[in-house]
């Protein structure tokens, strides 16, 4: 999941620099700033988006890992996950083709003023129609990384063991 969400946010950045390439600066260095700052702000992200799941994956007894219900839990939240990420994706071209920018202020603005700013988009933009490709998307993506799901969900370790390596962090 954590490279398929740098992989996401990588594809996003660049995106958004080919979107720009009339007024971004495409020197070296810029790029490599451009690049070498997401990525500590994707992973400081997915390190904060991180912490239920691993309290999760912490305190969950063996007993229930085990069970259907958790499976059923882990991969959907697997697919959420990537449907939630491509979403985000998707918002930030629409938020940069509106005002040239990444998600800032102006986007908690939305959260304000939520309902005229969702009249706004969908009767600026084909709402349904890109559910449903993120959708499509999603499921591919998913597809592939169902043998890796069903994989980690059989290896597990002791409570105890758990609790060692969280304590020497």
């Keep these: 999941m954590f490279v398929i969400a740098m992989g996401i946010f990588a594809m996003t950045r660049t995106v958004l620099i080919i979107y720009s390439l009339d007024y971004a600066d495409l020197s070296f260095p810029a790029i490599l700033r451009i690049y070498g700052a997401g990525v500590i702000y994707d992973v400081a992200f997915y390190a904060y988006a991180l912490m239920p799941v691993s309290l999760y994956l912490l305190v969950v007894p063996n007993r229930l890992w085990s069970s259907r219900a958790n499976r059923v839990i882990v991969h959907l939240a697997c697919f959420v996950s990537i449907y939630g990420l491509l979403f985000i994706a998707v918002a ?39 559910f449903l490709m993120l959708f499509v998307l999603t499921s591919l993506v998913y597809i592939k990384l169902t043998p890796l799901i069903a994989r980690s969900l059989q290896q597990r370790e002791s409570f105890r063991a758990r609790m060692s390596v969280t304590a020497s962090l």
């Design 92 to 130: 930030e071209y629409i938020f940069w083709d509106e005002f040239q920018v990444r998600f800032n202020f102006i986007s908690v603005d939305y959260l304000v003023y939520r309902h005229e700013v969702t009249d706004n988009i969908v009767e600026s933009y084909p709402v349904a129609f890109i």
